[in-house]
């Protein structure tokens, strides 16, 4: 959908510790640096409203959150996201670099939670209107890797994270699957590797959806033809 508009839409997904976030700031830097304009931003969040949801399904102490509640949330707070700040950023002609996007959802509810993945996928189509990211980053984390890096630090795991290993192992089939159904539109990397060999690879990837020339996205037609074309 984006490729309709002016930017250029790609989502960074994985289980919790892939590094996507390092990675996003990596890639921002990069393009910032070659006079881009690099919008970032994450999910849950990325609006007021969708910052208040993020506090109330990550927080533990709200007391019980069911699992479709839970999926509603997340999609409540996508539905803000795309609507306020991913399409006029697109329309613009920016760069919008998103720490999760519907991926996530499909992966942690329709997979984790066991409310079945095309039902969160329909769900989430219906709250962003159809936007789907030019190209998904997926770094692919082992979930004992994920679990020590992010018990490595002093933050404690929000509710998502101290689920089992059995819900984390879900997700990363359910992450590889959704790549595997689309692969023009993932860069499946594992995340394991060195950061700046990550960081390397994904440029690469990116430049295919980048003007050379003008250093500005390119038109929607050339990108698909350049292979890096979106859903
Ligand atoms: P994230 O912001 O990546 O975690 P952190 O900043 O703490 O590293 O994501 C928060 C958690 O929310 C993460 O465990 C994944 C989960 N999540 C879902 O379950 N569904 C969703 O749709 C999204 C966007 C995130």
Request: hydrophobic share 40%; proline share 5%; net charge negative.
């Amino acid at each position: 959908m984006s490729k309709q508009s002016a930017g250029v839409f790609i989502a960074f997904e994985g289980g919790d510790g892939a590094g996507k976030s390092t990675q996003a700031a990596r890639l921002a830097a990069v393009l910032e640096g070659r006079g881009f304009k690099v919008l970032r931003t994450r999910e849950p969040g990325g609006t007021p409203v969708g910052e208040k949801l993020r506090s109330l399904v990550l927080d533990h102490g709200n007391g019980e959150i069911d699992a479709r509640t839970e999926a509603l949330m997340f999609a409540a707070s996508r539905a803000a996201h795309a609507a306020q700040v991913i399409r006029p950023a697109l329309q613009r002609g920016d760069v919008v670099l998103t720490d999760r996007y519907i991926d996530s959802s499909v992966a942690y509810q329709g997979a984790g939670r066991n409310l079945g993945k095309d039902a969160v996928q329909s769900l989430n189509e219906w709250a962003t209107a159809g936007l789907q990211p030019d190209l998904t980053v997926l770094l692919d984390v082992d979930p004992e890797l994920g679990r020590r890096r992010r018990t490595a630090g002093d933050t404690a795991e929000d509710r998502l994270e101290s689920e089992a290993d059995e819900f984390h192992i879900r997700i990363r089939d359910a992450f590889l699957e959704l790549a595997s159904s689309r692969p023009d539109s993932y860069l499946v990397l594992p995340a394991h590797l060195p950061v700046d060999d990550l960081a390397a690879q994904i440029l690469q990837r990116v430049e295919a959806l980048i003007d050379p020339a003008a250093d500005r996205p390119l038109p929607a037609a050339r990108r698909a033809s350049a292979g890096g074309g979106g859903a």
